[in-house]
C-alpha cells in the first residue's frame, strides 16, 4: 500500500545512503538518536584509517606542509558551500562548540563596546544560557532573557550588544525566524550569533545572503563527524578585520612559523583559531561533509520533512491514545529533524526503550526525542522504534 513503510523506504531517492553507514550491533533495532550524534560513515573510517596508516605514519611531521596546516580552513570552505550557504573564507573548524561559542560572543562583545546587554532565551541550550551568563560577568554585562525566542524583537534597544539564539530548538525542534531575527538585530544596531548545531546537515541554510554576524555549530549530530568532532565558526567577511577573538594562540597569528614576539593576529577568519588543530578529528567531519554535499541539502531536508511528518502520523494514530502530548511543531514548515514527544513517565520509560533496542535520548522535564538522521534513517526502522514504544507502555 502507497503509505506503508516498506512503499515509503523502496520509493525514498535517498534510500541508497543507508548502506554507506557502518552497521549498528545486532542488539539495536532502530537508532533514532542522531540528533544526538549521527551513525559513522563507511567513508569516515576509510578516512581515519589512510590518515593513521599513510599521512601519519608515512609522511610523519611533513603532513603538515602536506596539508594539515590549512585542513580547518580548507574543509570549512567546502562546509560553506554544501551545507551553510556561505562563500570561501569564511568558516573555520578546529574547537568544540562551547568554545567557539565563547569566543565569537566575546569578539562580538568587544564590536559593540558601548553596549553591555545579551539577549538570549531561557530554553536555548544549557552551554549557550551558561557561557553567555559567564561573559556577561566577566564583562560587567547584563544578560536579557527572554521566555521564548518570539519575544526578542519586544527587547531589543539601544543597550542590546548581541542577540545569541539557537536556529533550531534542542528539545522541540521548532525552527526560529533566522532571517527577521538577524534583520531586526540589526536594525536595533547589535549583532547576531545563531548556534546552529540541530540545523547543520539537516536544514537549508543562507549565512550570507541573511546577513548573519557570527555562527557556531557542531558536525557529530547531522553531519556525522563523529563523538566529539571539531564544530565550526562562522565570521561574516566584512567583520573579520574587527572581530578579535579573546584566546590568542599561535595558530592565530599571522606568519605563526616565525614564532615571533607579540600577538598579531591574522586578518581573516584564521584569526579565530587559537591551538594545533585536531587533525584525526577533521578526517572524520570530512567524511560526513562530503556525504551531505553529494546527498544535497535539499533533498536532506525534503527527507526529513517526510520522516518527522510520519513520526507525527504514528504519534497521532498509536500514542495520543496512550497518553503521550506531541512536543514538537506540527507545522514542518517550522520543524527541524527531530520529533520530541511528552508523557509524564518518560524518564522511566526512556531506559526501557534502549534495553530493548530503540536507541533515543531522554531530555527533562518529560520528553523523549525522535532523531530522525535522513541519510541513516530508514521508515520501516521509525514503525518499528513507535511499535516498540508503544508495546513498552502498553
Given at each position: 500500500m502507497?503509505?506503508?513503510?516498506?512503499?515509503?523506504?523502496?520509493?525514498?531517492?535517498?534510500?541508497?545512503?543507508?548502506?554507506?553507514?557502518?552497521?549498528?550491533?545486532?542488539?539495536?533495532?532502530?537508532y533514532?538518536?542522531?540528533?544526538s550524534?549521527?551513525?559513522?560513515p563507511?567513508?569516515?573510517?576509510?578516512?581515519?584509517q589512510?590518515?593513521?596508516?599513510?599521512?601519519?605514519?608515512?609522511?610523519?611531521?611533513?603532513?603538515?606542509?602536506?596539508g594539515?596546516?590549512?585542513?580547518?580552513?580548507?574543509?570549512?570552505?567546502?562546509?560553506?558551500?554544501?551545507?551553510?550557504?556561505?562563500?570561501?573564507?569564511?568558516?573555520?573548524?578546529g574547537?568544540?562548540?562551547?568554545?567557539?561559542?565563547?569566543?565569537?560572543?566575546?569578539a562580538?562583545?568587544?564590536?559593540?563596546?558601548?553596549?553591555?546587554?545579551?539577549v538570549?532565551?531561557?530554553?536555548?541550550?544549557?552551554?549557550?544560557?551558561?557561557?553567555?551568563?559567564g561573559?556577561?560577568?566577566?564583562?560587567?554585562?547584563?544578560?536579557?532573557?527572554?521566555?521564548?525566542?518570539?519575544?526578542?524583537?519586544?527587547?531589543?534597544?539601544?543597550?542590546t550588544?548581541?542577540?545569541?539564539l539557537?536556529?533550531?530548538?534542542?528539545?522541540?525542534?521548532?525552527?526560529?525566524?533566522?532571517?527577521?531575527?538577524?534583520?531586526q538585530?540589526?536594525?536595533?544596531?547589535?549583532?547576531?550569533?545563531?548556534?546552529?548545531?540541530?540545523?547543520?546537515?539537516?536544514?537549508p541554510?543562507?549565512?550570507d545572503?541573511?546577513?548573519?554576524?557570527?555562527?557556531v555549530?557542531?558536525?557529530?549530530k547531522?553531519?556525522?563527524?563523529?563523538?566529539?568532532?571539531?564544530?565550526?565558526?562562522?565570521v561574516r567577511?566584512?567583520?573579520?578585520?574587527?572581530?578579535?577573538?579573546?584566546?590568542?594562540?599561535?595558530?592565530?597569528?599571522?606568519d605563526?612559523?616565525e614564532?615571533?614576539?607579540g600577538?598579531?593576529?591574522?586578518?581573516?577568519?584564521?584569526g579565530?583559531?587559537?591551538?594545533?588543530?585536531?587533525?584525526?578529528?577533521?578526517?572524520g567531519?570530512?567524511?560526513?561533509?562530503?556525504?551531505?554535499?553529494e546527498?544535497?541539502?535539499?533533498?536532506?531536508?525534503?527527507?526529513?520533512?517526510?520522516?518527522?511528518?510520519?513520526?507525527v502520523?504514528?504519534?497521532?494514530?498509536?500514542?495520543?491514545?496512550?497518553?503521550?502530548?506531541?512536543?514538537?511543531p506540527?507545522d514542518a514548515?517550522?520543524?527541524?529533524?527531530?520529533v520530541?514527544?511528552?508523557?509524564?513517565g518518560?524518564?522511566?520509560?526512556?531506559p526501557?526503550?534502549?534495553?530493548?533496542?530503540?536507541?533515543?535520548?531522554f531530555r527533562?522535564?518529560?520528553g523523549?526525542?525522535?532523531?530522525?538522521?535522513?541519510?541513516s534513517?530508514?521508515?520501516?526502522?521509525?514503525?518499528d522504534?513507535m511499535?516498540?514504544?508503544?508495546?513498552?507502555?502498553?
Amino acid at each position: 500500500m502507497p503509505h506503508t513503510a516498506e512503499h515509503r523506504d523502496t520509493t525514498d531517492p535517498l534510500r541508497d545512503y543507508r548502506d554507506r553507514f557502518l552497521p549498528a550491533g545486532d542488539d539495536v533495532i532502530a537508532y533514532l538518536d542522531g540528533n544526538s550524534l549521527g551513525r559513522p560513515p563507511k567513508a569516515a573510517l576509510e578516512k581515519i584509517q589512510y590518515l593513521v596508516g599513510q599521512q601519519w605514519a608515512g609522511r610523519l611531521i611533513r603532513g603538515w606542509a602536506e596539508g594539515w596546516v590549512d585542513l580547518p580552513t580548507r574543509l570549512g570552505d567546502r562546509l560553506g558551500e554544501a551545507v551553510l550557504g556561505a562563500a570561501p573564507g569564511q568558516v573555520v573548524l578546529g574547537e568544540s562548540t562551547s568554545v567557539w561559542l565563547y569566543k565569537v560572543l566575546r569578539a562580538a562583545m568587544a564590536m559593540r563596546p558601548d553596549r553591555r546587554e545579551i539577549v538570549t532565551d531561557r530554553r536555548n541550550f544549557p552551554t549557550d544560557r551558561y557561557l553567555v551568563e559567564g561573559i556577561a560577568a566577566e564583562l560587567g554585562g547584563e544578560v536579557r532573557w527572554v521566555d521564548d525566542v518570539s519575544e526578542v524583537p519586544g527587547v531589543l534597544g539601544p543597550r542590546t550588544a548581541v542577540v545569541t539564539l539557537s536556529h533550531v530548538d534542542y528539545w522541540s525542534a521548532r525552527i526560529a525566524d533566522l532571517p527577521g531575527i538577524t534583520r531586526q538585530a540589526h536594525e536595533a544596531g547589535a549583532l547576531v550569533v545563531w548556534d546552529l548545531c540541530h540545523s547543520a546537515g539537516v536544514l537549508p541554510l543562507s549565512l550570507d545572503a541573511h546577513g548573519v554576524d557570527f555562527a557556531v555549530g557542531c558536525t557529530y549530530k547531522f553531519l556525522c563527524g563523529g563523538p566529539g568532532a571539531p564544530a565550526f565558526a562562522y565570521v561574516r567577511r566584512d567583520h573579520q578585520g574587527a572581530a578579535r577573538q579573546p584566546i590568542w594562540g599561535w595558530f592565530g597569528r599571522r606568519d605563526l612559523f616565525e614564532m615571533a614576539q607579540g600577538y598579531e593576529g591574522q586578518p581573516d577568519v584564521r584569526g579565530m583559531l587559537s591551538g594545533t588543530p585536531p587533525v584525526v578529528g577533521l578526517a572524520g567531519v570530512e567524511a560526513g561533509v562530503e556525504l551531505v554535499a553529494e546527498a544535497g541539502i535539499g533533498r536532506i531536508r525534503e527527507k526529513a520533512i517526510a520522516l518527522t511528518g510520519y513520526a507525527v502520523q504514528l504519534f497521532d494514530d498509536w500514542l495520543a491514545p496512550l497518553g503521550f502530548e506531541l512536543g514538537s511543531p506540527r507545522d514542518a514548515a517550522v520543524r527541524g529533524g527531530h520529533v520530541t514527544i511528552r508523557h509524564p513517565g518518560a524518564r522511566e520509560l526512556a531506559p526501557k526503550l534502549i534495553e530493548a533496542g530503540v536507541l533515543i535520548d531522554f531530555r527533562a522535564p518529560d520528553g523523549i526525542r525522535l532523531g530522525l538522521s535522513p541519510l541513516s534513517t530508514g521508515f520501516a526502522e521509525l514503525r518499528d522504534a513507535m511499535d516498540v514504544l508503544r508495546r513498552t507502555l502498553s
